[in-house]
């Protein structure tokens, strides 16, 4: 059970994604629930994030995955990101320039030092599903 509040862990998510890193392409996104070992990822979807159908990148999509579900490992017990070992997205549906989406994660399993979470985006407006995912990590942090 994390530590942390919301607010606490809306710092950690500023910090992982305002540094010159790949993740700085979530600048535009925010960290809207977080609670234990779940918590929501939120962003207007913008033309630096689309490819050239005006779509959300697939790599984008897996970025905002990754560093959503990163967010739930550090709530659950394990209480520190983890190194990923697979992530397997479905894309479902597109999300289109102007569309506001939620990432909404989970971290499932803790195993020792192996982590595992699902990722939804859900279109906010309507509810679709654009994509689901499963993520595991490894911490390669801990002694």
Same mark, same amino acid.
């Given at each position: 059970?994390?530590?942390?509040?919301? %607010?606490?862990?809306? &710092?950690?998510?500023?910090?992982?994604?305002?540094?010159?890193?790949?993740?700085?392409?979530?600048?535009?996104?925010?960290?809207?629930?977080? *609670?234990?070992?779940?918590?929501?990822?939120?962003?207007?979807? %913008?033309? %630096?994030?689309?490819? *050239?159908?005006?779509?959300?990148?697939?790599?984008?999509?897996?970025?905002?995955?990754?560093?959503?579900?990163?967010?739930?490992?550090? &709530?659950?017990?394990?209480?520190?990101?983890?190194?990923?070992?697979?992530?397997?997205?479905?894309?479902?549906?597109?999300?289109?320039?102007?569309?506001?989406?939620?990432?909404?994660?989970?971290?499932?399993?803790?195993? &020792?030092?192996?982590?595992?979470?699902?990722?939804?985006?859900?279109?906010?407006?309507?509810?679709?599903?654009?994509?689901?995912?499963?993520?595991?990590?490894?911490?390669?942090?801990?002694?």
């Amino acid at each position: 059970m994390s530590k942390i509040g919301l %607010e606490a862990a809306q &710092g950690i998510w500023r910090a992982l994604i305002d540094r010159p890193a790949f993740d700085s392409v979530l600048t535009k996104a925010c960290l809207v629930a977080f *609670s234990g070992s779940k918590c929501s990822s939120q962003i207007t979807v %913008e033309e %630096e994030h689309a490819d *050239s159908n005006g779509c959300m990148h697939n790599g984008f999509t897996s970025t905002l995955i990754d560093v959503t579900s990163q967010m739930s490992f550090m &709530g659950s017990e394990l209480q520190m990101p983890a190194v990923s070992t697979d992530l397997s997205v479905s894309f479902l549906r597109p999300a289109k320039v102007g569309d506001v989406i939620r990432a909404d994660s989970e971290c499932l399993v803790v195993n &020792g030092r192996t982590v595992s979470a699902r990722v939804d985006i859900h279109r906010v407006d309507d509810g679709a599903l654009i994509a689901s995912a499963h993520h595991t990590g490894f911490n390669v942090f801990a002694p």
